[in-house]
């Protein structure tokens, strides 16, 4: 059952998280092995294996409710803070999405909570450790984001997308999910007309100067 759940990958990336923990402990594996093979916490693990020995499978699959429970984050959801906390949720859901992968590459812009020291102030330091592990974090640059692709897009997006007043979250997802269909389905590439020659010409003070 559980390996048909995997097979699917269409249930919940934490449901998924703890049907793997399931299965690697039924393969013998050790909790620090399972730690560092999934990047969960020893106490997702001991609760997991605990539920499912005492409740069945089906339960230690899922969350008890606990109340004041602070929401998970999800793909579809609009965060209104960017706090130290926020940011290590986010990037655990992203590692928890993608447990197979062996280095998760991110690209983000210099936020001063963009940082693995986040990690360490949301979880404890085994699992902070396990989720730095698994991240490679690709900053843009501070100066000239014309350069980047990224930032091209984002200016598209903004321009096709965002320069009308949006009233509500709801709305404002719907205008970003239809209009990254639409960029998916035309597949449209950047077109790059900066050489390496413009920009030595444009940003000579960044480039060497080599004197024969």
């Not at 986040?118 to 014309?146: C, V």
Request: charged fraction near 30%; include cysteine.
């Amino acid at each position: 059952m559980l390996e048909a759940l995997l097979r699917k990958g269409k249930s919940a990336a934490r449901k998924q998280t703890r049907a793997r923990i399931l299965l690697k402990a039924a393969a013998g594996c050790q909790d620090a092995a399972i730690m560092e093979a999934l990047a969960v916490s020893a106490t997702m693990i001991y609760n997991t294996r605990q539920r499912g020995v005492e409740e069945g499978v089906e339960a230690a699959l899922h969350d008890r409710p606990r109340p004041g429970k602070t929401p998970k984050l999800t793909d579809k959801q609009c965060i209104k803070r960017r706090t130290k906390i926020d940011f290590a949720h986010c990037m655990r859901h992203i590692v928890q999405t993608y447990p197979d992968a062996e280095v998760i590459r991110v690209v983000l812009d210099n936020l001063n909570t963009h940082k693995p020291a986040s990690f360490y102030e949301a979880f404890p330091p085994d699992e902070a450790r396990a989720i730095a592990k698994r991240l490679e974090f690709h900053y843009t640059p501070k100066h000239d984001s014309w350069f980047n692709i990224a930032e091209i897009e984002l200016a598209v997006l903004s321009n096709m997308c965002l320069s009308q007043r949006i009233p509500d979250e709801d709305t404002l997802l719907q205008q970003i999910e239809a209009n990254v269909r639409e960029r998916n389905l035309k597949a449209t590439p950047v077109k790059w007309r900066f050489t390496t020659q413009h920009a030595r010409r444009k940003r000579a003070r960044i480039y060497p100067r080599v004197s024969t």
